[in-house]
């Protein structure tokens, strides 16, 4: 009976804190969060047929202009995602707040995780307009591999939840951090191997491919990182934690956004042939299938 009871209060907060419908008009679908503690309401992007798109949910983001499906900017077939995030867009769930936490942001979670022990391959590609403008000081997140029940500490004074890799525009730089973590399980100690992937300038105004390798099979950590189909980053033998499961987030990210001084810029990307599979032919674009 209190069993029940809490479910039906938790489902009264969920549903007063959830005021938007998804960028496809559908109204949000409610699913019990992953530890059974509470409410969940997700845009879900199901497959369409002969198309391929993963399923996922915006992540902490429910402006209508953060996220849309259009067909004015694609890397292949019909139909590409648009992700903006303006000033302020900052958002909110029952088990995190960004805007108490110093973060703004318009993501696609993708509801396909992968685990350890396995060799995954991740794909997905970026249109970057001519007017995109960074900050010096703030890292903007364009693409990442999170986990679940990954080691926990504090960043900036703040609680932090570190991913496996994220790639981040800063200045005229898009680089990938790969994270190595240290410490303990509930006090990681975290610290970013950069390798740089691309000048911003370069990516203006065009597609750009993004491939990134995780292989775990066999007790190793290996991955790799490509830009265009040159292998920009590789790195074996860094995972010190493994947690129950991994998973990908993409659009537009961005931490401890007071550092810039100011509000940051407004800032749009398309992204494009998201994909996952278990080899590099799997995840390379071919435009006779397209993800639509």
Request: net charge neutral; charged share 20%; proline share 4%.
């Amino acid at each position: 009976m209190k069993k029940i009871l809490l479910f039906f209060i938790l489902s009264v907060i969920s549903i007063q804190g959830f005021a938007a419908s998804c960028a496809d008009g559908n109204e949000p679908i409610k699913a019990v969060s992953a530890d059974g503690s509470y409410y969940e309401y997700k845009c879900q992007e199901h497959i369409r047929p002969n198309t391929g798109r993963l399923s996922g949910f915006r992540s902490l983001s429910n402006t209508s202009y953060g996220y849309k499906i259009v067909n004015d900017i694609v890397r292949a077939g019909k139909e590409a995602q648009r992700f903006e995030v303006r000033p302020g867009d900052c958002g909110q769930d029952q088990a995190w707040s960004d805007c108490n936490n110093n973060r703004e942001r318009s993501e696609i979670s993708l509801d396909n995780h992968f685990f350890p022990g396995d060799n995954q391959w991740i794909a997905f590609s970026v249109f970057i307009p001519d007017n995109f403008k960074t900050s010096n000081s703030v890292s903007t997140t364009i693409g990442q591999i999170h986990q679940i029940g990954g080691p926990s500490g504090i960043a900036g004074s703040l609680p932090s939840f570190p991913p496996l890799i994220q790639l981040e525009a800063k200045g005229n730089n898009y680089r990938a951090c790969i994270h190595i973590l240290s410490g303990s399980d509930n006090n990681v100690v975290d610290e970013c191997k950069y390798y740089n992937l691309s000048a911003i300038s370069d990516m203006q105004g065009q597609w750009t491919d993004i491939q990134i390798h995780f292989d775990t099979s066999n007790n190793k950590s290996l991955i790799e990182v490509y830009l265009n189909n040159e292998r920009k980053a590789l790195l074996r033998e860094f995972v010190n934690f493994w947690p129950k499961s991994y998973y990908v987030k993409y659009g537009i990210y961005r931490s401890f956004v007071s550092q810039h001084r100011g509000p940051m810029p407004t800032q749009v990307v398309w992204i494009d042939e998201v994909k996952m599979g278990k080899n590099q032919e799997l995840v390379a674009i071919n435009k006779a299938t397209p993800v639509d």
